[in-house]
């Protein structure tokens, strides 16, 4: 059943982004319910299915049938109520839809949501720059990343919070947003520090204003104080929301990881970790830090040999938790997030991991594996066909 080194990525990839609400678990014992009034079912029959469970079932020539915008079962083949369509991929894989975290294609282009006057930014918001549907966004769903999160630029250290949403070719506002806010963008290195005032060409100096804003946060929290700029920040401390965390460089991962796990225990993700950020990979992993790394994946300046670092092998096999992968498209083109995965594996990642590390690690470092991330019942249909 399991095929844990034989992942493939393709390039012609049907994405079935369906949005819906729900979770649960699903045996395969289980029986497709009847149709409701108007409703639409569809029953896929593939040659292998990749449902990224928690028991990391394979099921070989199997059905995925969707009901209405849900998944409603994945498993052996099984009889069916009539109205639900058949769809033969007899040769074909199946897998979750892709789930990419560090993303700016909301926005249609280039124009990128930031301010440089304020640089802590906890009230700004990504939401007003999403175009729905816009051209990269249907790219993204062709090549089968089905859920993006949609965050503010690096230009500041606390950017504001960004926006999750489905790549659906056709839609508005309402009926592609998964979350909003979907979480808190901040960057903490190589990036703020360059661009903006005095105060911020430290490292020292940005580590002061980041504590001073959440110190501010948690004691608003604790007071029940309603303060405007800290409402969406308090609910990162009350850990309703995440945050994930633009940072490079070991010194800036370790720094990262110490702030925002050790000083507040938030719901963090360390993104990026580019450069020679692998070498902090274990202390990072010992704080139980996620890292969603990318979009540069190989660590060519710091070793002193020369030698080319496979820096997603190190994050991948330091014990962290749910590693996963990004693009920071438009970085690298959003349709290419398979190929962080293909290209990890071929640098000696696990093929199987890579599959998780852009369907349901994402979803679970980010606290939406509960509709997104894998094939199993109640969850959103989204279903990827290669």
């Known amino acids: ?58 099921f070989e020539r199997g059905l995925i049938v969707t009901r209405g915008t849900k998944i409603e079962y994945v498993g052996p083949k099984v009889e069916l109520p009539a109205g639900y369509q058949l769809i033969e991929r007899v040769k074909a894989w199946a897998y979750p839809g892709l789930v990419d975290l560090h993303t700016h294609v909301h926005t249609g282009g280039w124009g990128d949501v930031n301010t440089s006057i304020v640089n802590i930014n906890a009230e700004l918001s990504a939401t007003p720059a999403y175009v729905p549907s816009n051209a990269l966004v249907q790219r993204a769903c062709s090549a089968g990343v089905t859920t993006l999160l ?25 009926s592609s947003v998964l979350a909003n806010p979907g979480g808190l963008k901040v960057a903490q290195t190589h990036n703020p520090d360059r661009r903006n005032g005095a105060i911020l060409r430290s490292w020292a100096g940005l580590g002061w204003m980041l504590e001073d804003i959440n110190d501010k946060a948690v004691a608003a929290l604790k007071q029940d104080r309603f303060d405007p700029q800290l409402e969406n920040l308090k609910r990162v401390h009350a850990g309703e929301l995440p945050v994930l965390i633009h940072t490079a460089g070991v010194e800036g991962a370790a720094a990262t990881a110490r702030m925002w796990r050790r000083t507040y225990n938030t719901r963090s993700v360390l993104s990026h970790g580019s450069f020679d950020g692998w070498k902090a990979a274990e202390f990072v992993a010992s704080l139980g830090m996620p890292v969603n790394h990318g979009p540069r994946t190989t660590d060519f300046y710091s070793t002193r ?31 290419e997030f398979f190929l962080q995965g293909a290209m990890a594996a071929r640098q000696g990642c696990d093929s199987y991991a890579m599959l998780r590390a852009m369907t349901i690690h994402p979803a679970r470092a980010f606290g939406y594996d509960d509709r997104v991330g894998s094939l199993e019942r109640g969850k959103d249909a989204d279903i990827v066909i290669s």
């Open 1 to 58: 059943m399991r095929d844990r080194h034989k992942a493939r990525f393709y390039l012609g990839m049907i994405a079935f982004a369906l949005a819906s609400a729900g979770g649960g678990s699903l045996h395969a014992s289980a029986q497709v319910r009847e149709l409701e009034r108007d409703q639409s079912g569809y029953a896929i029959e593939v040659r292998r299915t990749f449902t990224m469970n928690d028991a990391d079932q394979i």
């Open 305 to 335: 040999s020369g030698r080319i670092e496979p820096t997603a092998w190190h994050f991948a096999n330091s014990g962290g938790p749910n590693f996963s992968l990004n693009t920071d498209s438009s970085i690298i083109p959003q349709e």
């Open 150 to 174: 949609g965050i503010p630029g690096s230009a500041t250290g606390m950017g504001g919070f960004g926006i999750l949403y489905k790549s659906k070719t056709h839609s508005g506002f309402d």
